[in-house]
């Protein structure tokens, strides 16, 4: 079992996907003037959402709607509550500003579409099979969580001003309509619809180079993450800690919802990787617009700087090692 | 050739003040503006162009004076507590007055 | 033959190409802040172009150059002549002013790239083999019409000021030199020079994934088009008309002469649908340009969010079973 | 350190201007220039950054104050009826007179 | 509303002066500066935009009036004859006197 | 032997890539508007020296690294010497200004990583299998002789002012750290650690799409290239004849010297391209900073608009008859 999960380790550690984002973090920590333009970032997200999105819908309508359901209903369920015991720790065990709390509250409910895809493709190098369907979780997973932060932390606050009265409304808009929900949830029912012909057409873009393309954003994404190390002082031990200790728990957490609800060996590790991870795009702008209160620093920080690596290195061998445990 | 004087307010900020940047602009009565993004370094840290969602804007927009001190104003009371931003005007002279 | 054109109709419409230009407009109608970044979108061009150019090419190469001379010829004669019906019917039919009745014409007599790749995409789909060198009649039906339409606009309109005198020199070189003509033309001779031996060294970027590609571009286009909806009430329902009527009309007037040119079934419904298609790019900068006195509301809107939406969904497939309906 | 009086024209169109724009400006006998893609809203519509042919374009030139009446007034004359344009001036000190 | 004069210093130059620029900048005592990159022609020829290295950048920062003359100086002693540059003051107000 | 040669010159020059890189000058020469975004050029060159580096590593890690060092230090020891006849043959022979002289001398001593990309496509081309760890050499030759010919010219400088004392070690760190050697030397480490089972993964992305991508990107120095054509009439017949004579000398000198560090046709075949290409990218941005009394057309444009399209188009067939007649 250890050496298995040394194995796993070392499987994840070497892959092109994780030493790319290793590559990327000794750019940002010398300083180097590598730089991707905006417009690769933008592109590389947009392709990586669409493929994912459609490959997702291809695998809805081989499987039926009805196996997804479920489990769906319980990642969702998932993100909604974990706010609700995040926000109380940080508030009285980490002192924080109400404000605060219940931003991070909201980052680590919700869910990095990048950590998610980076598992697939770990499962796909030990060739261990999963939902392809399990893309609709990821994408119910994204907002309940920042809804229930910004209203929890909305409670704490006084009245807004006039230009942003309607922030409210524009949050629940931007949970369904936001670009990256959009780009999912529209790419799914794309690929729902056309079902394996229309993957027969566009496989050769949207997934064969799949792989390669997820190496060279990791690579851009360890230099971002990697910037932001020299904030780590700023947050303190506490949120550290946190950083890394709540993935793992969330991650079991997940991974008995997983076996609960019937998913594979792949798919609990798929939950337990979505309920481990946290958020550091949607959730980030989200709280700048409808919680502007709260401190970017304590909040970016630790999802982007400690909880994105550590999941990306250990966390999902880790939680595929859990999944393993609890299924036998 | 006739010119005349008008004010240009430049507005530098996070690129999610954008919306309510736009309706701010139209409630103060701008009947145009030019937008283009911008890296930058401020009291809120530097701010690259690769995540969008944390990227700068430039806005410009050419008014009338009491609009651009109506449009200054408001950015001060409404947006500067919320959003990384500098705001400045500068003295202009436009042709075709009635088109500000 | 009726159920035969439903099949060929859902054929096209569960591709995933068109549903995610559905998607696109889909995104511009509830303002979705999704966003292509402009160098994505000039990529995105530039691949297409250059990719279809360079098949195009090799097509010629192997199949002899005198096979294409004659349908080619065709093709351009057809462009050259679309605006010489189209001026009148604008003008007296629709009551437009001359200058707007000649733009109107530039436009529905030149030609679309998209909708031509759209088409091999579909036939491709269906199985349906054509000749692959009709990259051809695309790249020579661009410029013609647009040339006659700004000679008949500027029939019509006073001398130019001092800068602009140049204009009609300026308006010929960028027919023959425009990006996208330059790009065309230019990949087609390079697939000419390389032959098979060339096409087997860059399959795998030019050809393989090119359907995907296309998928990921209709997208953006969708919302470009999408965002013209709202132009609509601008243009009346005399334009409204003419944008889907026109094109079935000349949609069938390209499929008898390409029997008549002794195309195949798919040849003949590409010619169709060159003719069908109306220009939204090179047509509306040449009359920016050339023709700045016609009012852009008025060519654009028709062709980029009619002619080009109707022809992307229902209007090929309708070309195909005319052009089955006509070669039997 | 000397610095001098110019004046700075800026002048915001529709990309399509850009090569008449830059003849004019060789005619009119600007030194330099400098340009840049922006976005934008105004009396004629929003120009979104998509489609290259209809994006807008900002150009910046430095010229002594004469040139600058000139080539605002041949912009009213040659330029503001064919394209979406904004044009205006600002008093601006450079070093290196000689230069512009 | 308070406005404050400020000086605006735009440096428009090749991509590489960018550090030496930032570190300038930093010795001087700005305390932002907003950058973007440009296209330009002048006496040193063309810049497209295709190299980076060989791009144009055009940088903005807002001080006050004595910083600005300290700026200018060390860029005409420093960087005129090394790179391809223009630079120039404008009069802009602030709000917030004390941010700059 | 000849016939032989003129078969292989025209491999190389009906070649995609080549003849690509032949529109885009054509592009150039007649102004047209076809224009690459900035972030597609930046992307073009973060793709192929990311996709080369990470074979090169691959490569390694199948060789040994023991096989790799011997060839890679000869490789760099020719890069450092180059400068060292190049500067006086260009003082004295040239009359040109010291620090002119210097420049020149870096750029020649230094490589094109495009060149060396090209000559990899043609041997695949024709069936020439090489060492793909050859990817070291070129790593290992960009930044010597910009540091001797840095110091060369510096030798006939005063002091610099404050700002850019530091220049040297600048210099430096950029010689080690910079854009281009940071990628291909980082992607060649995590090529070495992945090795194979890596490569399994990333092949559809950074292997098989290689050549087409190569191709669309000669398209743009192309176009680069031909931009530069018109300054000729500045560098004078010395430095034209410079630009094709040095590099034939040169390439000569490393097809000898991979004759005695042993590697195969092609291995030594591309330590000749290297040896005669020269750098037109890190050579010009490094002598901008730590030699801005320099002309910068006297260094840039023999480089750019005489040396690279000769290597490419005649140079590399040349430097492969070379290494077959002395193999023999
Ligand atoms: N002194 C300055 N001059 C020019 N731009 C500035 C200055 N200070 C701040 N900025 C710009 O305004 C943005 C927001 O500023 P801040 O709120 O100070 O972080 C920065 O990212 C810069 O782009
Ligand atoms: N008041 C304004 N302030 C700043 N920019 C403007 C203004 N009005 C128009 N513009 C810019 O000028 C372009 C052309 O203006 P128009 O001809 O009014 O459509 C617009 O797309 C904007 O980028
Ligand atoms: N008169 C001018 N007006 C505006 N920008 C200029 C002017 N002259 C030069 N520039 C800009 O400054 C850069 C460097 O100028 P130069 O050193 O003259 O080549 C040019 O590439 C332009 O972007
Ligand atoms: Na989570
Ligand atoms: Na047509
Ligand atoms: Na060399």
Known sequence: MQIDFFHALSANLLSPAVLFFALGIVAALIKSDLKFPEALYVTLTIYLLTALGFKGGVAISEAGIAKVILPALTAMLLGTLIPLWTYPLLRFGGKLRPVDAAAIAAHYGSVSAVTFITATNYLKGINEPYENYATAFLAVMESPAIIVGVLLGKMTLEKQSSIFNGSLKSLLREAVFGRSVFLLVGALIVGALCGKVGMDKVEPFFVTPFQGVLALFLLEMGMVAGQRLSDLKKVGPFLVAFGIIMPLLHGCLGVLLGKYVGLSLGGTTLLGVLAASSSYIAAPAAMRLSLPEANPALYLTPSLAITFPFNITIGIPVYFALAKFFLN | ?100
């Open chain 2, 1 to 100: 050739m006739n010119t005349h004087p008008m004010k240009l307010v430049t507005i530098i900020c996070e690129a999610l003040a954008r919306e309510p940047l736009k309706k701010l602009l139209a409630e103060v009565g701008a009947h145009g503006y030019t937008l283009f993004a911008v890296e930058g370094d401020g009291s809120q840290g530097r701010r690259t162009a690769d995540i969008q969602e944390f990227a700068n804007i430039q806005v410009e927009v050419i008014v009338p004076p009491p609009v651009a001190e109506k449009l200054l104003s408001r950015l001060e009371q409404e947006f500067f507590a919320k959003f990384a931003m500098v705001a400045y005007e500068t003295d202009v002279r436009v042709l075709r007055r009635e088109k500000f």
